[in-house]
């Protein structure tokens, strides 16, 4: 039995159980450097504005973690944009970690599906975590318990990374089966395997799962909403807030928020945004305490680059781009990403200076866009007639379907007759 491990650390158990020692350890996920899709380069770094944002956060976080002196550190995973980091982006994440390291806080690293490479042998963004020649520093890449040694005691985490085919094994019978099937069997597995790994923890010594995983219940944001449900492995809240853990901690949503009470399963959510579909987030992390089996935890904002998006309906009278700058000088934009949306009126009488517009936004960090956003007229039908319709019964159902020409509609039928019949009698006499 793996209980059986414990058995040399039985004094540290004691010292924890008569002491009532509290553990503290840090809960944050989602870094995602390599997001680049706003900002310009720092002419001071030469490093992208979106890069130095996102290390920005992470190193808040961790100077938090140095200050309060926590147990360990905790990251669930997409550590990167993609399984293929730039050298630059490598480098700010190894300076950070050390500094834990330096610290004396292990770190303990789950992959995520960003960090993961999918295809069969290739190494993951963070394996060289676990190939550095220091102790400190944990990285999970299946399935597993690992009794983490803290200077406050020893507390229990199940590691599960992201669920994919490699990650449980899955066999050639599922190969040729549909996409919801596999995420559903691979979702089946990898909860029997939590129920197994659960089922060895010591209850006298604090314990959490740590994932990067789709729970039912979360509310995704920004650019998460391109994930379809069906293709990620879903999991239901019974199935990870199972008795013998005091805390779920979970990484990749990037909203903060609990999920569940008894044990709290929580996402920290992304310390920075992404994209303006997380405009109105509230970023930061969480620093979690376990003391005799109770858990508590304080969410902490992170200093996050501010996203601002305009939407301007406009007047017809008055000059549109007069309008727009007018509301961006009433806003807050200084070394924000900004974005603005104006609504065109049906009789548009204007155009828009976007040199003007840009000139007004000098202040922002960057400009996303200045995006018009029209009201489109309903279309009418086109009249249908038939080929062997007479050319009056065709002017006539015209006339009628014209409401401005119903007033002087037997005028025009008059004039037209008159007309037909003396084109009629001109062809007559040549």
Request: proline share 5%; glycine share 4%; hydrophobic share 40%.
């Amino acid at each position: 039995m793996l209980s059986s491990r414990y058995h040399d650390t039985l004094k540290t158990r004691e010292k924890y159980e008569s002491k009532a020692i509290m553990i503290r350890f840090i809960h944050t996920a989602d870094i995602h450097f390599g997001v680049e899709n706003y900002g310009k380069i720092d002419p001071t770094t030469g490093i992208h504005s979106r890069l130095l944002d996102f290390a920005k956060a992470l190193n808040f976080i961790i100077d938090v973690a140095i200050e309060k002196q926590v147990d360990f550190f905790l990251f669930c995973g997409d550590a990167y944009k993609t399984h293929n980091p730039t050298q630059t982006q490598q480098k700010l994440l190894l300076e950070s970690f050390l500094r834990l390291h330096h610290a004396g806080i292990p770190v303990v690293i789950i992959i995520g599906n960003h960090d993961h490479p999918v295809s069969f042998g290739k190494t993951n963004a963070l394996e060289l975590f676990s190939q550095l020649p220091t102790t400190g520093f944990h990285v999970i890449q299946k399935p597993q318990l690992l009794p983490l040694q803290t200077k406050n005691g020893i507390i229990q985490i199940v590691g599960i990374p992201w669920p994919t085919r490699a990650t449980i094994a899955m066999t050639t019978a599922h190969a040729h089966k549909a996409t919801e099937t596999i995420a559903s069997i691979i979702a089946s597995t990898v909860s029997t395997i939590i129920t197994r790994l659960s089922e060895q923890l010591d209850p006298n010594i604090p314990s959490i799962l740590a994932g990067h995983l789709t729970v039912s219940n979360g509310i995704f944001s920004g650019s998460e909403r391109t994930a379809i449900i069906g293709t990620d492995p879903i999991f239901l809240p019974s199935q990870l807030a199972l008795s013998q853990f005091d805390y779920v901690a979970l990484g990749h949503l990037h909203r903060h928020q609990q999920l569940s009470s008894h044990p709290p399963i929580v996402y920290s959510g992304s310390p920075e945004r992404i994209d303006f579909g997380e405009r109105n987030d509230t970023k930061g992390f969480c620093l979690v305490s376990i003391e005799k089996k109770r858990c508590s935890y304080e969410f902490i904002k992170t200093p996050v680059r501010d996203f601002i998006q305009l939407e301007i309906n406009l007047c017809a009278d008055i000059p549109y781009t007069d309008q727009i700058i007018q509301r961006i000088s009433q806003t807050n934009i200084d070394n924000a990403i900004l974005k603005i949306l104006y609504r065109v009126p049906q009789e548009t009488q204007y155009t828009v200076d976007t040199h003007q517009i840009h000139k007004a936004c000098a202040r922002a960090m960057h400009l996303a866009g200045i995006i018009p956003l029209y009201q489109h007229q309903a279309r009418t039908t086109r009249m249908q007639f038939h080929e062997q319709e007479s050319f009056m019964s065709v002017i006539e159902t015209y006339l009628q379907s014209k409401p401005e020409l119903a007033q002087i509609k037997t005028e025009l039928l008059e004039k037209i007759t008159a007309l037909q019949n003396e084109i009629a009698t001109q062809e007559n006499q040549e």
